[in-house]
Structure formats: C-alpha cells, structure tokens
C-alpha cells in the first residue's frame, strides 16, 4: 500500500481523462499522477469518478493553472477557496502553482504570462503566496516559467528572483526543466548556469515537457513551451544533469495538447523513471 | 511605478491586435521584441478558440471550422473567460451568435449553442441518486395527482422552435443535417442518472408539461395544462423522465 501524502522520488504523468480505461486496464506502473486543478472545479460527474478512482491506486499531486500569483491586484479568494475545495477533498501529496500572472481586470488570459524581476513585484509574489499557504494549511510548490520576453524594468535574474521567494515564503520550488531550457535559449544565458545557481535543496518537484521552435524578431531561436510533444533530448541531458548533482526527485512527464495515446506518454514517464533508477543507483554506490 | 504599467499595458495590448508593442517589452539584448510578444497574443487567441470549439462541437461542425473559429475569434474579444474555470466559459455564446450577423442564415445556431453547453454543464454537474421509479407504484390517483418533483441536478431542459435534437445531434455525428425535416420542432432534455449522459427531443405539448413539473407543480396541474391538446401520452412521458433519471426525488 503506498502513502498517498508522499509523493515518490518516481516519474509520474500529467492525467487526462481519454487515459483513464487505458491507464486502470494495463494497472500502469506509474510513481503519480498530477491534475490541473480547474478542470476539477466542477461539482461532480466522470471527472471526479475517474479521479477518486486513480486517487485510490496512485499518489496524486495537485497543480494550479489559474491563482495568477503574479498580478498586480489581490488574488481571487474565491477562486482561492475553490483550489482549497480541491486539495481538502483529494488530499494530494503536492500543491503547485506558476511564478505567473493570467488575470486582470477580472479578466481571465488563459496563458501564463511573465512578470519583471523587480523589488515591488517580489513583495507581491510573497505577499499573494503567503496568503495561498495560510489559505491551503500547507505548503507549496512554486514553478519557474517559460518566458518569451523580457522587461527592461527588471532589476534582477530569474534566479535571483525565486531564492528570495522562497527564502521570504518558505513555500517549496517546482523546478521546470524545459522551461529552463526554453527560457535559457530565449533569453541568452546558459541553462547549466541556471541549475547551478539554483536553490536545488528546495526543489520538491520536477516537470518535463515538450516544446516547439520558432525564431524571433532577430531570426534567432525562440522556443515554445507547447506541451504537446515529446521531451526534447537537450532537455533530457539537462535532466539527468540535475539529478546526477541532486538526487532523484518526483518527475513529472506534461503533455497538454494534441495528447497521444497512454502507451507514448508511458514511453517518456519511463524513460524520466530509467534516469532516476540510474541515478539513484549511482548515489547508493556513491 | 514602472512595473504595475507594464502589467496593465501588456495586459491591454494582449487583447488588442493592433495595439502597439507595451514598453519594456524586449529581447534579451534590449531590443523592442513584437514577434516575441506575439507569441503570448496568439497564445491567449489561440488557447481560448480552442476552448470554445472544444465547448461547441455541434455548433462548429454545423458551420465548419474556418467559419466557427472566426465566429469565437470575435465572442472572445468582447466576451473573454470571467474566471480561470475555463469549464464555465461560452455562457452567453448563444446569446452572442443571435446578434452574429454573419451566423444569420442559420437561425437555429444559437439553441444548438445553447445545447451544447448545457450538455457540458450536465457533465460537470453535482452526482446524485435519481428517483427509483418504483416509488410511484401502486399509489392511487389521489395521491399520483399530488405528487411534485424534484429535478436532478445533472438535467437541463432547452426549449427551441426548431428541429433541434436531431441538428444538434447531426453535428455531434458530423453528419449532414440536409435530410432533417425542417418543419420539427423539438426541445431537447438532457439527463445524466449517473455518469451516462442522456438526450432526448421533446415535443411542444410534452414541453408544457415538463416545464410545469420542473416549476414544481403538482402532477395533476401540470397533466390539465395539456389534457386537452393532442398529441399528449402522459405514459410515455412520465415513463421516459423517469427511466432517464430526470428525477432526484418526489413528495406527495
């Protein structure tokens, strides 16, 4: 029987629905599951069933798309109270959300949009995840985004940015490997530099995902974070990077558009699984 | 306070294609960075007309897909999602597709809409038991006529001057609607007794009389209200509400 609060130091998927009979038919052998909590806000229907079914075999981690905790006005409490709603009914070993903002003016984006590194912005972000632990009784996990521009008002780095969060906050680090990637290239600096820079200790969670290319106004790289294909193999050599220098962490394969059927998404969850086994061995011998 | 600016002015320039670029937009070398903005604008665009035809598949195979993803292009700028619970958004897409001058030729569209969504609202709906039928067995007429009805909570009733269960479900099959007889007029019920959603056409007179019991008037008003109009089995009705799980519960 596995403990349903401890999420493992195993590969897990992001869960969709069309999965479901796939997933309880072959008894997949997977470390969690992760939702997006706003497709769970609904009151009942298959969505709950098929979860309380998955939530029964699997440890299951909860992840926030739309808390906008970057934005420049006060968080939505009853959109705070309804992520609550969901945490209190599932009891997910992990409650994450995005160093973001996607609302304004009661207006939702539907995108996670970037926010300047500044000192005011830094107040907020602590303020608003303050409020979201004290909301939630727990603690949570803060994800790096992706981003495609920069703020010439920035006054610091990424980096910089989220130890101070953290340190001020004490909420634990989501730690997004492609968005390092995809932010790395995007903004011209080096990816390895930013995992070394970066406070791993506090890292509760990793994602992976796809990406797609494009090119800027320069005609230099730009990457999309798409989330609708498989990993990319610079971000599986920075993964096993990380986790050569950290150890193994719970990982988490997302997949979000254009979702194939389970045996792919399986082929990468497995393939994240192999880096950790190897590396978990590597560290026993060690 | 340069920060909030630039979050107030990104925000007004994502929803505005012609606006020019916010300030301190940049590439990593300072440089003014439209194409790289972009990718945000098309990202909120993109996202949200995926979500309506995600929403409104009868409406847009009944359209087709060039002519629906214009049609949402256009809801959701004047209409963008009013909470991050993207299974709400499109309340009001019927509404707005009565006013869509293009969509004018079509004048059912807008209760194909309208059925659309509420079919999703059925999804999402609250679980509940529905009334065993067998609760009405052996009762006399006395107490029959009495009885007022409490609707489940996964049912939604969509009145409709037209043939709109079998467009409605033409569009879901993605089959042409050509061979429908115009000339139908069916309301829809939508139920959903455990997970299985159920939709069924309903005729106008059965329609009087659903109403009245969903308004929670006792059976027998509601059977004199279209007692005297043909057409009317009030067998086939009742039997077919309540093996569809239309009921939650009922008190005599």
């Known amino acids: 029987m596995f403990d349903p609060l401890n999420i493992p130091n195993q590969s897990g998927a992001g869960f969709k629905g069309e999965h479901f009979a796939s997933i309880m038919e072959s008894n997949s052998t997977v470390g969690f599951f992760e939702i997006h909590a706003e497709n769970y806000m609904g009151a009942g229907g298959l969505p709950h069933r098929m979860l309380t079914a998955i939530r029964e075999k699997y440890p299951l981690s909860v992840h926030g798309v739309g808390l906008s905790i970057g934005a420049e006005g006060p968080l939505d409490t009853e959109h705070l109270t309804r992520l609550k709603n969901v945490v209190d009914r599932y009891q997910p070993g992990l409650v994450s959300e995005h160093l973001a903002w996607s609302t304004h003016d009661t207006n939702f984006l539907n995108d996670l949009l970037p926010v300047p590194y500044t000192k005011a912005v830094l107040d907020r972000v602590v303020e608003h995840i303050d409020q979201v632990q004290t909301t939630l009784g727990r603690q949570i996990l803060l994800e790096n985004p992706s981003t495609y521009v920069a703020f010439s008002q920035s006054e610091m780095k990424e980096v910089d940015f989220i130890r101070q969060v953290q340190k001020r906050t004490g909420c634990g680090l989501l730690l997004d490997v492609n968005n390092v990637h995809v932010s790395a290239t995007n903004q011209n600096y080096d990816a390895k530099d930013y995992l070394a820079s970066f406070p791993v200790e506090h890292v509760g969670e990793i994602h992976l995902g796809g990406h797609a290319r494009d090119v800027d106004d320069q005609g230099a790289p730009l990457l999309i974070d798409a989330h609708d294909r498989e990993v990319d193999d610079a971000v599986w050599g920075l993964y096993a990077h990380l986790i050569g220098n950290i150890g193994p962490r719970p990982t988490l394969i997302e997949w979000d558009n254009d979702v194939p059927a389970w045996h792919i998404l399986k082929a990468d969850v497995d393939a994240a699984g192999r880096i950790l086994e190897q590396k978990a061995g590597n560290t026993h011998a060690a | ?252």
């Open chain 2, 1 to 252: 306070m340069p920060p909030e600016f630039a979050l107030e002015d990104f925000a007004k320039a994502l929803r505005a294609p012609d606006a020019p670029l916010p300030k301190g937009i940049v590439d990593p070398f300072g440089n003014p960075a439209p194409k790289r903005f972009d990718v945000y604008r098309n990202n909120v665009t993109v996202s949200l007309i995926e979500a309506l035809q995600a929403a409104f598949p009868a409406v847009c195979a009944l359209v087709g897909e060039v002519f629906f993803r214009e049609m949402a292009r256009t809801y959701l700028r004047t209409h963008p999602p009013a909470s991050p619970v993207m299974i709400e958004y499109g309340h009001g897409f019927a509404e707005f597709i009565e006013q869509f001058e293009p969509a004018a030729s079509l004048p059912f569209l807008p209760d194909v809409a309208r059925l659309d969504r509420a079919w999703l609202d059925v999804y999402h709906a609250a679980d509940a038991q529905p009334l065993n039928p067998a609760r009405l067995a052996g009762l006399n007429d006395d107490v029959l006529t009495g009885a007022r009805f409490f609707v489940h909570p996964a049912v939604r009733f969509i009145n409709s001057g037209f043939p709109l269960h079998d467009l409605w479900q033409a569009g879901r099959a993605a089959k042409s609607a050509a061979g429908i007889d115009p000339s139908l007029v069916q309301n829809v019920a939508i139920t959903r007794p455990r997970y299985e959603i159920q939709t069924f056409g309903v005729t106008p007179v059965s329609a009087i009389f659903i109403r009245a019991l969903m308004e929670k008037e006792p059976l027998g008003a509601a059977v004199e209200k279209v007692a005297d109009i043909k057409g009317f089995d009030l067998t086939r009705v009742l039997n077919r509400l309540l093996t569809s799980g239309f009921f939650m519960d009922v008190e005599f």
